[in-house]
């Protein structure tokens, strides 16, 4: 048996869907087609794959499924062919993305959060992640563990507190039975599982989602600055009277709420600001439970920023 077969062979200890549903998955020309081709060859998976020959030359769209315009022919297959989740992997298959039966990509977030209720242990998230992955593991009874931005140090925390699962906004989601390791198809397979059991529960993904409440993200914003420090701390003190809590883990988060108070838990707010190891650039992540909320505080920061 040769070690492609081998690979396929472990994984499918770890694929155990409740109810039979049809899924696409995007290889996006790279490394992933070859053992998907293998795992879910005599399988109950109705499996469609696209882009699955690898090739460096990338044909079907770029290696980055953040990239817009590179979910395109997931979304067409996933409506084409009425499947029940859609799947793309970037190229060397660490990152996986995923879309609805309506085509609709999938936030991090709620891949974390969904993934994450699955899991015995306690969740690590980057502290990046936002109310929608927080607030459905701690549904689910789950303790969050916050970490620091990037794998060594997700990976580190993860041996150190032993736990299970930890999730990452840049669609990194890292197992314990995997290593420790982030991989996109160890993902899939779990995301596949517990679509497999939303199904059996009468709900399809899409209908689910829509039962979700709706926050407002920013996204990961990059600013070019003069002095990294100096912006940091004029937004540090402008802010840090009116904050609920503050955390230096990674640059700088602050929350905004006020839980025995229902209005003000509505306008709920927090931000994170990190300066780059190796650019004049401060990242900037923001959410907001209300749309107004997040225009006005994503403008005022942006001003502190560039003032």
């Not at 070690?3 to 790279?30: E, T």
């Not at 998907?36 to 060859?41: A, D, I």
């Not at 609709?104 to 998230?125: N, P």
């Not at 209300?290 to 005022?300: G, I, P, T, Y």
Request: net charge positive; charged share 30%.
């Amino acid at each position: 048996m040769g070690y492609l077969d081998l690979y396929a062979k472990f994984l499918k200890k770890f694929f155990k869907p409740k109810a039979l549903i049809r899924v696409v998955f995007d290889c996006s020309n790279g490394t992933t087609g070859i053992i998907l081709k293998r795992l879910f060859l005599k399988s109950k998976l109705r499996s469609i794959l696209i882009n699955y020959n690898p090739d460096g030359s990338f044909p079907a769209h770029g290696p980055n499924p953040m990239v817009p315009g590179a979910l395109r022919d997931l979304q067409l297959a996933v409506k084409k062919y009425k499947a029940d989740l859609g799947v793309i992997f970037d190229a060397d298959g660490d990152r996986v993305f995923f879309v609805d039966e309506r085509g609709r990509e999938i936030h991090s977030d709620i891949v974390a959060g969904l993934l994450g209720v699955a899991v015995k242990e306690d969740v690590i998230l980057d502290l990046r992640c936002g109310y929608l992955a927080r607030e459905l593991l701690v549904k689910a009874g789950k303790k969050i563990i916050d970490s620091r931005v990037g794998a060594y140090f997700i990976k580190k925390l993860m041996r150190e507190k032993k736990v299970e699962f930890a999730g990452e906004l840049s669609a990194h989601y890292y197992f314990k039975d995997f290593f420790f390791a982030d991989a996109g198809i160890f993902a899939a397979i779990q995301m596949i599982n517990q679509v497999s059991l939303l199904k059996i529960r009468g709900r399809s993904l899409a209908k689910w989602i829509d039962s979700l409440p709706t926050y407002f993200r920013s996204g990961e914003l990059n600013f070019k600055v003069v002095n990294k420090s100096e912006a940091m701390k004029r937004i540090e003190n402008f802010y840090k009277k009116s904050a609920s809590k503050i955390s230096y883990l990674d640059g700088v988060k602050m929350e905004f709420s006020d839980a025995a108070h229902a209005e003000a838990l509505a306008k709920a707010w927090w931000f994170n600001i990190r300066p780059s190891n190796t650019e004049n650039l401060l990242r900037l992540n923001l959410e907001a439970k209300d749309r107004k909320v997040f225009q006005s505080k994503l403008d005022e920061i942006k001003k502190l920023i560039e003032k």
